[in-house]
């Protein structure tokens, strides 16, 4: 099978606009999500208790659970419920005894309903002193992470190659944050924010470095074989003789985590989704968004000549 | 063959077999575990399969593949010792004023939130204030017979017990923990004063959590070894064949009966039991009377039935005795003889093998032994088996004492426990000072009891028996007969515990029910299952044979990673899942590439063995690149990242360094195996037409 003939498309003439609009896309989904209630922070990082029990023959909603929950002895408990019917998400601002205050719930709730058969899927209570030293260790990490990885593309390809990669990969991770935080909302899924969704991110991170770093190659290689093409020539050149590439990787890597997204059950679901919206981002970004800096840093900060595309067919 | 092609094809099966190796422990546990979750309920099935097999599943169980607590259920405990209370509790009462209190609230208000020193910024704060130190705590007697700076020798102090207080905590915990039994429970240290507790398969999370803090109980009893003990032990022994005998056969009889005729079975059962066991028990008596043997002419097998039947809790026991001091211990039997047979004067020792153990602490628990006890005398077991744990897989043993039932010492007395070594001997030991009260009662115990032994107890578990040589008086004891300053180190945090309750708080608890973490594990291993299936699938279906040789890569892939972390005994969780993914995507892509870049060469008209080499040498640069870039960026996840960050990152980097050897090395030699056998085509899903 081959399905991607040797193509010449266009990929850069309409870069600046492409760029612009993700840019700006990304920036005011940014700016959304920080209005108030708009991200949903796990205790990870928040601190408190949460407790997740399961109704076996799903006979309570959600406003039911809250009344059981208030009876118990915890007001104003807050009550989700995720994509799974029976399920309930119960967390309460308090912490030092998660399992004193799962075990009374759990049997709150078994006296409250019954009729129906209640069980404590989970419980977690984190204390806000580690919540905050998750998130700044988390922070750190990730930042050095960053770090790294530009130092390490600058010194294989060059200083302009290392940056376009962390512009595109900023892009990819706030992008893929911004619809899952979208996607919380829907209440299909267990987007929040968690010490196990940052691994998604990590990933989104790992992937689209590769991704990066495949087309960079490429024109590291062209350069060397065509001598005098002009940057963009040789920028759009690469990414049509990596596209192949490109696709079928991504094609196979997203279907993979389809089947995760719908198969994977409540611990892999929220996890495969955010990774799919991640490298779905990833592929866009390492053709439209690190190739158009890599040319307008090129151009505009260090003054090179990059050229106009030589629009020849093929 | 060539010795090149060999070599090629050690290069393809020398890792497969290496990773089936290390995974063959994993796969043996899980069938082992089922064969022996289906003999649950039949508990003489149980024994005997444990017997059988109970090495060769303790081995598989610790080599495998271990599935983290968000995978598999369980609890998760992450303690703080709160150091600030330690130094509050250490102050002399009478002398904590305001601007000591005002000291300790600044420097919890500066460390709440930060990694800073609890210590060092209690201690800067002090000086900053222009305090003296020697104005609220106590400088022990012989810290001030030493000399010396008084502050420094106090900083010292302060700087000892908080080491100390992580130390005496996890001791503390591990002991506790360990009565129950619990597989695999993981306590380590993080840090300098954190301690990380996971416990799998927790069925009762309230009472783990209360048995964390509760706080030890030191005690000193005198240890009373003689006939009594033996007498107690065959009184235990009268207790338990009744009910101990009748278990199984309640279970062997009551199979098609109604609720109640299987108890009123079991019930007649028992009480034949009793008066059968009884009138064996005379019968032994009577023979051993006449020296004649009960069990003569027995096979081997029914001999060893028999005296677990009639001595379920002595059979356990291995007695040792010496006539005194300076005579060496004889190994002696219990077995068919009665308290009067053994000498009164003398040294007795007990021990209880290491695999008997927690039958043995669960018997000793039980309501109607503990009724059957005499009531000035109770049985303990040591703490840690005797000696060096020995490689081989023999068994270990643990001492069992007899000692007085009412402490005639509590721990509280103890002010101060350290290691030291004996100046003339250079042996390990323990210094430890008493309070004047204690002092005086530790005198008039010692003084009474020279030459006999004392133990030393913590939470019920014995930590030393040392020999009184003289009358101690001033309270401050040496504690000799450590084996190593390991032994001795321990035994010092441990009486330590009578003077400094370590304060922890848990500050951060997770528990995963086990429905989730069965439901989990089942739908993460199947839809991963299918979407490795897919990926085979689709690179057989686009790159033809090649793509056969690729997923013979990819499959090599997963499994060294799986192998490799198994090896290192490692923890699989759910971010390391993810890391998996991403390295699998990699390993995927660079196959991808090769292949791309072989059709490139080959539509460009190349043979092909030149369409190979050019392929593989082009790809190389983008495949060693994109994998080295995501190998540096998992170091500061390794380094900074916390738990399950890191778990991302090891997986991720064991994923990308197998990719590099997997997708560049084997697949290439696959490829050239090909071509070294002559091929001049071969289909990767190229146009035929080219």
Known sequence: MDLIKKTNIDFVSNRVAIFRASVIIALIGLAATFLPGMIDLGIDFTGGTQITVKFAKQSASADQVRAAVGEIGFGGAEIKSFGTTGEYLIRINETGRASEISADIVAGLQKSFSNDTVTLLGADNVDPKVSSELAFDSALSLFLATIIILLYVAFRFQFAYGLSAIVALAHDVVLAFVVSVLFNKTGLLNLELSINSLAAYLTILGYSINDKVVVFDRIRENREKHKGMSLVDLVNLSLNETLSRTLITGVSVLAALLVMVFLGGDVLEGFAFTMFIGI?????????????????YSDRVQHKNVGELHTKKA | MSSKTWSKWLLILLPI??????????????????ERESLIGDSAALESWDLANGEDFAKARNARLKLGLDLRGGMYVTLEVDILKLIEESAD?????EDFTSILEKTRTQTDNTDLDVLDTYLANFRASGKSLLQYFPLSSSDEAKGGDPEKAIEE?????????????????????????????????????RIVIELPDVKDEKEIRSLIQTTARLEFKRVMMNRDLIRTFYTIDNVLKGVVAAEPVVDTTATDSTAVAKDSAAIAKADTAKKDTAAAATAATDTSKKNANPYAGLSDDEVARRVKRDYPFTYMLTGLFAQSEKS?????????????????????????????LQQFLKYLERPDVKRAMPADLDIVVAARPEG????????????????????????????????????????????????????????????????????????????????????????????????????????????????????????EERVVGPSLGEDSIRRGVMSSLLSFALIVLFMLAYY????????????????????????????????????????????????????????????????????????FEKAWSAIIDSNLTNILATVPLLIWGSGPV???????????????????????????????????TFNIGQKRTA
């Open chain 2, 17 to 34: 077999v290496a990773g089936a190796y290390l995974l063959w422990p994993t796969y043996n546990y899980y069938r082992m575990n089922q």
């Open chain 2, 544 to 615: 033809a044979w090649g793509g056969g040789l690729a997923d013979i890569a990819l499959m090599m892939n997963v499994l060294l990673v799986i192998a490799g972390l198994a090896g290192f005994g490692g923890t699989l969780t759910l971010p390391g899942i993810a890391g998996i993914i991403l390295s699998t995507a990699m390993a995927v892509d660079a196959n991808i590439l090769i292949f791309e870049r072989m059709r490139e060469e080959l539509y460009a008209g190349k043979t092909l063995k030149a369409a190979i080499d050019q392929g």
């Open chain 2, 388 to 507: 060096t744990p020995a490689k081989d897989g023999t068994p270990e043993f643990y001492n069992v004492y007899g000692v007085v039932r009412e402490a005639d010492l509590t721990g509280d007395v103890v002010t101060e426990a350290f290691p030291s070594f004996d100046q003339s001997s250079n042996q390990p030991m323990v210094l430890m000072e008493m309070t004047g009260e204690g002092a005086e009662r530790w005198a008039q115990i010692t003084g009474a009891n020279i030459g006999k032994r004392i133990a030393i107890i913590l939470d019920g578990r014995v930590y030393s028996a040392p020999t009184v040589q003289n009358k101690i008086t001033g309270g401050s004891s040496q504690i000799t007969g450590a084996t190593s300053p390991e032994e001795a180190n321990l035994l010092a945090v441990v009486l330590k515990a009578g003077a400094l309750k370590a304060p922890v708080k848990i500050i």
């Open chain 1, 280 to 296: 779905v981002i990833g592929t866009f970004s390492s053709i439209y968004i690190a190739s158009a800096f890599l040319i307008w």
């Open chain 2, 93 to 97: 009462p009478l002398s904590v004023d």
């Open chain 2, 328 to 356: 060496s211990f004889q190994n002696f039997d219990l077995i068919l003889k009665k308290a009067e047979d053994f000498p009164e004067q003398g040294i007795y020792n007990f021990v209880v093998s290491g695999t008997m």
């Open chain 2, 646 to 680: 890191r778990g991302f990152a090891v997986t991720l980097l064991v994923g990308a360094v197998i990719t590099l050897f997997t997708a560049v090395v084997v697949t290439r030699a696959m490829f050239t195996l090909i071509a070294a056998s002559g091929a001049t």
């Open chain 2, 157 to 193: 102090k302060l700087r000892n017990d908080a080491a100390g207080a992580v130390d005496q905590a996890m001791e503390v915990i591990r002991q506790r923990i360990n009565k129950y039994d619990l597989s695999e429970v993981n306590i380590q240290k993080q840090g300098a004063r």
